[in-house]
């Protein structure tokens, strides 16, 4: 996800534009790990760096050394372990299993092994140095999501460090190709479904929020996904010496149509999920911000119109309320004395689940009233599934690390603004929650697969406190 800051006032948290500043994928420059820099010696940074030395960019880097380092740590405390290749060299998944007795169904947490690539002269400091700067540990993939995959790892590792008995499998998972490629977990669930069919599943998702002085506001636990879908636009026109314009011009035609489109706003879709998250962030924020958070979701339309205004002014929050339409990439021309037959925009649409898109895409032909313009849907790319339920047990566990790790906060449930693979175990009735499992604030969140990504050294060792109190609760003996 790309990312950008927004803050309309201390109470509201930040921001996330997905649309914004999208980092070019880059070709891994080299297979092999990076020498070690110098590294802390807390162990989940430790990991955090050497993780991040591993270039597993996607498209280009190598997933296997993402697995290659994880490996002798889980066999070393007893896990079994197992490396599944995928027909793509370099793309494989890893599967880390600490067995319990029996008694209950494992419980599953996962994390993605590659990342997005960089704009290397953009960064300060080498995206794949695994560098410790200012508190911070840098790097492709703090965030998004080898921060996570470290606090997983380390938490699940201290279950055997510590001898915890358990009473369910714990089955740690690294994934290929969830930034793209056809290798995700679609595929793995095809391949290999018993070695990850669980009780329940971890994954990214929601965010441990802390405001600029640190304090943390609010952790959100994700039940759902957004849906991402790509639509493409084609403008159609005559292809002819552009010493000779016509009316036609299909570059114009475009360029007038996402004007229009651009000029439209999509209408307020609130799910209770996203309802009662809302209704916590009004709590943990002052008035008269703390009224529009609550009317937003509110049963008044006109009140709730009026804070939208507001509220919607913050990217993130806009996002969590509504279907959202992003034109990302347009192609048109080929020569600059052609005027070219067609021009093309792919647009990404970004659907709360249960709304229709093909009549999102009938409200924008509408809008358009073009006849020289198509407009087709592509597959979801994550598919349609119900929400997860609160009331599990892994749920619970979460709310209670939370509340213990971070006395006073606010815990909600949510709704994931992207997408994530979560859909391959949701979509067979297995309930995945997510987290990115450490505080973070608004100028941490923009680097997301962004530029000088970074996570606090801090939060990382209390994301590993939280995730193994949750483990122990949701796996360990009673
Ligand atoms: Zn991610």
């Known amino acids: 996800m790309t990312t950008e800051p927004w803050r309309l006032r201390a109470t509201v948290v930040c921001a996330l534009a997905l649309s914004a500043g999208a980092a070019l994928p880059a070709r891994a420059q080299s297979?092999?790990?990076?020498?070690?820099?110098?590294?802390?010696?807390?162990?989940?940074?430790?990991?955090?760096?050497?993780?991040?030395?591993?270039?597993?960019?996607?498209?280009?880097?190598?997933?296997?050394?993402?697995?290659?380092?994880?490996?002798?740590?889980?066999?070393?405390?007893?896990?079994?372990?197992?490396?599944?290749?995928?027909?793509?060299?370099?793309?494989?998944?890893?599967?880390?299993?600490?067995?319990?007795?029996?008694?209950k169904k494992p419980v599953l947490i996962a994390a993605h092994s590659d990342v997005v690539g960089?704009?290397?002269?953009?960064?300060?400091?080498?995206?794949?140095?695994?560098?410790?700067?200012?508190?911070?540990?840098?790097?492709?993939?703090?965030?998004?999501?080898?921060?996570?995959?470290a606090v997983f790892?380390?938490?699940?590792?201290?279950?055997?460090?510590?001898?915890?008995?358990?009473?369910?499998?714990?089955?740690?998972?690294?994934?290929?190709?969830?930034?793209?490629?056809?290798?995700?977990?679609?595929w793995l669930a095809k391949n290999d479904w018993n070695d990850i069919n669980a009780e329940f599943a971890l994954n990214e998702g929601g965010w441990i929020m802390k405001d600029d002085d640190g304090h943390v506001r609010y952790v959100s636990i994700s039940t759902a996904d957004k849906?991402?879908?790509?639509?493409?636009?084609?403008?159609?026109?005559?292809?002819?010496?552009?010493?000779?314009?016509?009316?036609?011009n299909p570059i114009f035609a475009l360029s007038r149509a996402l004007a229009k489109i651009s000029e439209y706003e999509t209408p307020l879709t609130i799910t209770p999920a996203q309802k009662k998250f809302f209704l916590a962030l009004s709590k943990t924020s002052k008035p008269p911000m703390s009224t529009y958070l609550r009317d937003v979701v509110g049963d008044d339309p006109v009140a709730a119109k009026k804070a939208d205004a507001i509220v919607s002014k913050d990217p993130l929050l806009h996002s969590l309320i509504r279907n959202t339409i992003a034109p990302v990439i347009i192609n048109g021309g080929f020569r600059a004395n052609v005027i070219p037959?067609?021009?093309?925009?792919?647009?990404?649409?970004?659907?709360?689940?249960?709304?229709?898109?093909?009549?999102?895409?009938?409200?924008?032909?509408?809008?358009?009233?073009?006849?020289?313009?198509?407009?087709?849907?592509?597959?979801?790319?994550?598919?349609?599934?119900?929400?997860?339920?609160?009331?599990?047990?892994?749920?619970?566990?979460?709310?209670?690390?939370?509340?213990?790790?971070?006395?006073?906060?606010?815990?909600?449930?949510?709704?994931f603004q992207a997408g994530t693979d979560a859909g391959a175990w949701r979509s067979r009735g297995v309930p995945v929650y997510g987290i990115y499992p450490y505080p973070i604030d608004a100028d941490e969140l923009t680097r997301m697969h962004g530029n000088d990504e970074k996570v606090s050294i801090k939060s990382l060792r209390q994301g590993t406190e939280m995730m193994f109190k949750a483990l122990v609760d949701v796996a360990g003996k009673k």
């Open 31 to 103: 297979s092999a790990p990076r020498p070690a820099p110098p590294t802390s010696n807390d162990s989940t940074v430790a990991l955090l760096t050497e993780l991040i030395r591993a270039n597993s960019s996607n498209p280009g880097g190598s997933t296997e050394l993402v697995a290659k380092i994880l490996a002798p740590r889980f066999e070393a405390r007893g896990f079994e372990v197992k490396i599944i290749p995928t027909p793509d060299s370099g793309k494989v998944h890893f599967i880390a299993r600490l067995k319990g007795d029996g008694s």
């Open 118 to 149: 960089v704009e290397r002269d953009k960064w300060t400091v080498d995206p794949f140095g695994g560098v410790i700067k200012d508190e911070h540990v840098y790097g492709r993939g703090a965030v998004d999501v080898k921060g996570g995959m």
């Open 153 to 186: 790892v380390r938490a699940a590792l201290m279950l055997a460090e510590r001898h915890v008995p358990l009473a369910r499998d714990v089955i740690f998972l690294s994934e290929a190709d969830e930034e793209s490629g056809p290798y995700n977990t679609e």
């Open 227 to 248: 849906l991402s879908i790509p639509l493409t636009i084609v403008a159609h026109g005559t292809s002819t010496h552009s010493s000779m314009p016509r009316p036609d």
């Open 341 to 415: 037959g067609s021009a093309q925009a792919t647009v990404n649409l970004r659907m709360i689940p249960g709304s229709d898109p093909a009549a999102l895409v009938a409200t924008l032909k509408r809008i358009v009233a073009d006849t020289s313009i198509t407009m087709t849907l592509s597959r979801a790319v994550y598919g349609v599934t119900p929400p997860s339920s609160e009331n599990t047990d892994l749920y619970r566990a979460l709310e209670r690390a939370a509340r213990t790790e971070f006395p006073g906060v606010e815990v909600t449930p949510y709704l």
